[in-house]
């Protein structure tokens, strides 16, 4: 399974005022189109960036970066440096960076924006003759009322393409979308579950992929409790689906702190209620996760449901939600058996270590296997997608 590169939260804002410029002046407005290649994660996408650089009284720079055809929300950059005629910054949120050379007369800057895979990037000083329009920040949705009980007023559901490897489950406004899922990721989801906690299913349940969009009743926007019941009455409306709980014994992952105590878990500082980054983006030698506002609950369910082999037990007793990174090498047992390609390492990187080690050395958690009775979720009847 290949999961995409994310790059709808390469977004941020800076009010800074237009003023004259010198040819070694980085301060000002820049602007320009970041191309992602025809063959590729994202083919043939297109992102166009405003960069707002400014200088404070003592030399300190700042700068923010907009990707102005998808988001409006801010995403503060940081490591903003001009040496000579080398320009850089990097965004901690989503573990990329930008070098670019200034040219002799200031109004260009010629570079690479690397986020797992190198892309190359121009940005052009803005002036006000040419300088893009951002657009302003959409007001923060109406939340739906707590205590209704919502469904899906309109859901398609249609086989996915032959040949397509991505899958992607995600709430998009008010709009509920997956892509190259199978009804048995959809229960997953719904209940919490691993593969192996689904029991008695037809052999499809597994395997036949389909996309679905769907768009609850009702007015504001749900929470993360309404979108998961829609998704329960859609599994009983559209699949049939009838079940009965049980518990059997299974060989689960437990997630605990290690001997030295969590490292590099930064509370988050976002107000928002869902978190982001939680998918796997290839990197030289391996894979990342740039994982923002994750409560470490929901990270032991996404490794469960894309990455380990078995179901995982939160056991860290840590209640915060957390900004943090995981980088590592998959192997042949990991992501069903079809980890993300990646780029090899370069000659002078040190090799990743396996997800084991990685969660120890980065985040001062530890993975243990062992066999306990755990909830399973016995099916008694399904079938195949009901029509649109």
Do not use: C
Request: hydrophobic share 40%.
């Amino acid at each position: 399974m290949r999961q995409i590169l994310t790059v709808a939260t390469l977004v941020a804002t800076l009010a800074a005022p237009a003023r004259s410029q010198t040819a070694k002046d980085i301060a000002g407005n820049w602007q320009g189109t970041l191309e992602f290649p025809a063959s590729g994660i994202q083919p043939g996408l297109r992102v166009r960036i405003v960069l707002k650089v400014a200088k404070a009284a003592d030399g300190t720079l700042t700068a923010f970066n907009y990707a102005i055809d998808q988001s409006p929300e801010p995403m503060t950059t940081a490591a903003v440096s001009f040496q000579g005629s080398t320009f850089k910054y990097s965004i901690p949120a989503l573990h990329g960076s930008y070098e670019a050379q200034l040219n002799a007369d200031g109004t260009a800057m010629t570079g690479t924006w690397t986020q797992g895979s190198p892309l190359p990037l121009t940005l052009v000083r803005a002036t006000k003759e040419i300088a893009w329009e951002i657009p302003e920040p959409r007001p923060p949705p109406k939340p739906m009322a707590p205590d209704a009980d919502p469904a899906f007023e309109v859901a398609t559901i249609k086989p996915s393409a032959p040949g397509n490897a991505t899958k992607i489950i995600r709430v998009n406004g008010r709009s509920y979308q997956t892509q190259n899922t199978s009804l048995a990721d959809l229960i997953e989801v719904a209940y919490g579950l691993h593969l192996k906690q689904i029991v008695d299913a037809p052999v499809w349940v597994a395997t036949d992929k389909f996309d679905l969009v769907a768009v609850p009743d009702g007015e504001g926007q749900p929470n993360l409790r309404q979108w998961l019941t829609m998704v329960q009455k859609l599994l009983a409306d559209r699949f049939g689906l009838a079940f009965h709980r049980d518990k059997r014994d299974i060989s689960v992952f437990a997630i605990t702190i290690a001997k030295d105590g969590p490292r590099n878990l930064v509370k988050s500082a976002s107000t928002k209620p869902f978190p982001t980054g939680l998918e796997f983006h290839p990197v030289p030698g391996g894979v990342m996760m740039p994982a923002g506002n994750a409560t470490t609950g929901q990270f032991a369910q996404m490794l469960q449901q894309v990455v380990l082999d078995r179901p995982v037990v939160d056991r860290t007793a840590l209640t915060d939600r957390y900004d943090f990174q995981l980088t590592f090498v998959p192997d042949d047992s990991q992501f069903n058996g079809h980890p993300p390609a990646f780029p090899p390492a370069t000659a002078n990187a040190n090799a990743l270590p396996g997800i084991f080690q990685a969660l120890q050395q980065q985040l001062g958690l530890k993975l243990s296997s062992e066999k306990v009775p755990t909830d399973v979720l016995v099916v008694d009847r399904v079938h195949k997608p009901s029509a649109n």
